[in-house]
């Protein structure tokens, strides 16, 4: 990966939007960053003058590409914390984050579930051609079909 050293910080965050640079890989519709992240939100440092600040790199995509003020906090809404893909972040208030959080896990716990309801259909249904074919070939009847 290329060096961002003696980029502005906008250009910074435009260099690692871009998936071709490899500090993201495309997951879906998410962008996650493959850099270092902090209770799995990505987290960047900056130099300017030999200071050296560090940021929270959805806050500040979220700032810089959706305007986000400083006394907002970033919320996904695709639920992935190493997301940084603009369209997936929004400014918001902490109570808003909190609520959009809990309404995102309440419908992935349903997905969840009916993915598992899913899986035991599948099985269900192999292991009933199984018997079928089984009986069908026990019996001296033709299986095809």
């Known amino acids: 990966m290329m060096s961002t050293k003696g980029m502005s910080l ?4 435009d260099w690692w939007l871009d998936p071709d640079n490899g500090a993201v890989v495309k997951q879906g519709c998410c962008l996650i960053w493959q850099g270092r992240k902090r209770y799995g939100y990505p987290e960047i440092s900056h130099q300017v ?4 600040t560090w940021y929270r790199l959805h806050r500040l995509v979220c700032r810089l590409k959706k305007g986000m003020s400083d006394d907002q906090v970033a919320m996904h809404n695709c639920g992935e914390r190493a997301c940084i893909n603009p369209d997936h972040l929004d400014g918001g208030t902490q109570s808003e984050n909190i609520r959009e959080r809990h309404r995102y896990h309440r419908v ?3 997905l969840d579930c009916l993915e598992t309801e899913a899986e035991y259909l599948r099985a269900l249904a192999t292991q009933r051609e199984h018997e079928r074919r089984f009986l069908l070939e026990r019996f001296g009847r033709n299986v095809s079909g």
């Open 10 to 13: 906008e250009e910074k965050v």
């Open 49 to 52: 003058d030999g200071v050296r």
């Open 108 to 110: 992935k716990d349903a």
